[in-house]
């Protein structure tokens, strides 16, 4: 399976919104409303911020928001601060039972 | 509140089986709903899940390392555990053991392990 395509880096300043989006295929993304997303900051494990594309889990601020369209979720965080730098990830249940990650997205906040 | 931690050796020779350990403290493993996952990540690169098992003791794998992987659990240690048979220098990664929910999302990670793949 191969993974899902993610930018590898975006940026934006205190205050903006920036979207980093994660292309996948028919059998994995377009097929399923099972993405999720995951932060992860240096030499820490990651963290679950989005699943089922656009449900955040408890405790997760309101600032990130998920969508999909077609074989494209989007991961949008808005109002960025500076503590939102980290590498993000995608994942995606597939038609064969298995999960795939993204290549990941390194947000730097300027 | 959920903890996972991995153990095992830090360091495994080439072609040898890589075994890691994952303790869960603050709840079952026995628990139906969830899958016990594991995901690796090579220093500076990305995440790759590697498999899962559910607690009813059916598993599924990467097709890229299926031949390779063997994920159990022993809930009467409320632990589950990994196999990775026939290691290179390529399997050297931060290991992660992680809580799956409905086989779609990792909701609870251990800290991670750094395995080296060394003679």
């Known amino acids: 399976q191969s993974a899902l395509t993610q930018p590898a880096s975006v940026s934006g300043s205190p205050g903006q919104s920036i979207t980093i989006s994660c292309t996948g295929t028919?059998?994995?993304?377009?097929?399923?409303?099972?993405v999720s997303w995951y932060q992860q900051h240096p030499g820490k494990a990651p963290k679950l911020m989005i699943y089922?594309?656009?449900n955040r889990p408890s405790g997760v601020s309101d600032r990130f928001s998920g969508s999909k369209s077609g074989n494209t979720a989007s991961l949008t965080i808005s109002g960025l601060q500076a503590e939102d730098e980290a590498d993000y990830y995608c994942?995606?249940?597939?038609?064969?039972?298995?999960?795939?990650f993204g290549g990941g997205t390194k947000l730097t906040v300027l | 509140q959920l903890q996972l931690q991995e153990s095992g050796p830090r360091l495994v020779k080439p072609s040898e089986t890589l075994s890691l350990t994952c303790t869960s403290s603050?709840?079952?493993?026995?628990?139906?709903?969830?899958?016990w996952g594991w995901i690796r990540q090579p220093p500076g690169k990305g995440l790759e899940w590697i498999g899962s098992?559910?607690?009813?003791?059916?598993?599924y794998h990467n097709p890229s390392l299926k031949s390779r992987v063997t994920v159990s659990l022993d809930t009467s240690k409320n632990h589950f555990s990994l196999k990775l048979s026939s290691v290179t220098a390529a399997d050297t990664a931060f290991y992660y053991c992680?809580?799956?929910?409905?086989?779609?999302?990792?909701?609870?990670w251990g800290q991670g392990t750094l395995v080296t793949v060394s003679s």
């Open positions: 992680a809580r799956q929910v409905n086989r779609r999302r990792f909701d609870y």
């Open positions: 098992m559910y607690y009813s003791g059916s598993t």
């Open positions: 089922d594309v656009y």
């Open positions: 603050g709840g079952s493993i026995s628990t139906s709903y969830y899958s």
């Open positions: 994942s995606s249940y597939t038609s064969s039972s298995t999960l795939v």
């Open positions: 028919s059998n994995d993304v377009g097929d399923y409303n099972y």
